[in-house]
């Protein structure tokens, strides 16, 4: 089975105000996990109000097959392939579909990463996104693991 790792990202339109976006992020991720989950699937999704910047991984039918309903999908415009590479290993194998949307508590990862203010994916190459996304899944499992 050929595996591969594909990274995007689109421009948030959704509704701005904040608890319509709350919604329809819930509804994104209850349906992205679901179908992921049947696809074998896994990876991450970063998301504020500006931009969505996600990994995909997995079969690479799957990936591609995934990567084509959403970039259709009317809650973002602007779908924009930024990298998409065979890999051996997963990255997210525990994760159907990991999500952080940016918050006070996330911005010494940013800053680590050297985004001060807001992100702009269109300056950031695949392996600086990968790298983002894997800090801010190890920050939520050192979280998960003390919270149990
Ligand atoms: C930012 C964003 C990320 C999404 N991520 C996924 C995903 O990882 N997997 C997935 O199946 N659908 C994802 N979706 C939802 C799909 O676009 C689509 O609505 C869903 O797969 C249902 O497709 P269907 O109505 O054709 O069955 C995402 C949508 C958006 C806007």
């Given at each position: 089975?050929?595996?591969?790792?594909?990274?995007?990202?689109?421009?948030?339109?959704?509704?701005?105000?904040?608890?319509?976006?709350?919604?329809?992020?819930?509804?994104?991720?209850?349906?992205?996990?679901r179908?992921?989950?049947?696809?074998?699937?896994?990876g991450?999704?970063?998301f504020?109000?500006?931009?969505?910047?996600?990994?995909?991984?997995g079969?690479?039918?799957?990936?591609?097959?995934?990567?084509?309903?959403?970039?259709?999908?009317?809650?973002?415009?602007d779908?924009?392939?930024?990298?998409?590479?065979p890999?051996?290993?997963?990255?997210?194998?525990?994760?159907?579909?990991?999500?952080?949307?940016r918050?006070?508590?996330?911005?010494?990862?940013?800053?680590?990463?050297?985004?001060?203010?807001?992100?702009?994916?269109?300056?950031?190459?695949?392996?600086?996104?990968?790298?983002?996304?894997?800090?801010?899944?190890?920050?939520?499992?050192?979280?998960?693991?003390?919270?149990?």
């Amino acid at each position: 089975m050929a595996m591969t790792q594909l990274v995007y990202y689109s421009k948030n339109t959704l509704d701005a105000d904040d608890r319509s976006q709350l919604v329809n992020l819930r509804e994104i991720l209850e349906i992205a996990r679901r179908k992921n989950g049947e696809n074998g699937v896994t990876g991450y999704l970063i998301f504020d109000k500006a931009y969505f910047l996600q990994i995909l991984e997995g079969d690479k039918d799957a990936v591609e097959e995934t990567y084509r309903r959403i970039a259709g999908d009317r809650r973002h415009a602007d779908v924009t392939l930024v990298e998409q590479r065979p890999i051996a290993q997963r990255n997210f194998s525990d994760w159907n579909m990991g999500s952080a949307m940016r918050s006070v508590d996330h911005e010494e990862i940013y800053l680590a990463h050297g985004i001060s203010g807001s992100i702009d994916p269109t300056k950031m190459t695949g392996s600086k996104i990968l790298s983002l996304a894997t800090d801010l899944r190890d920050l939520e499992a050192r979280r998960n693991r003390s919270a149990a």
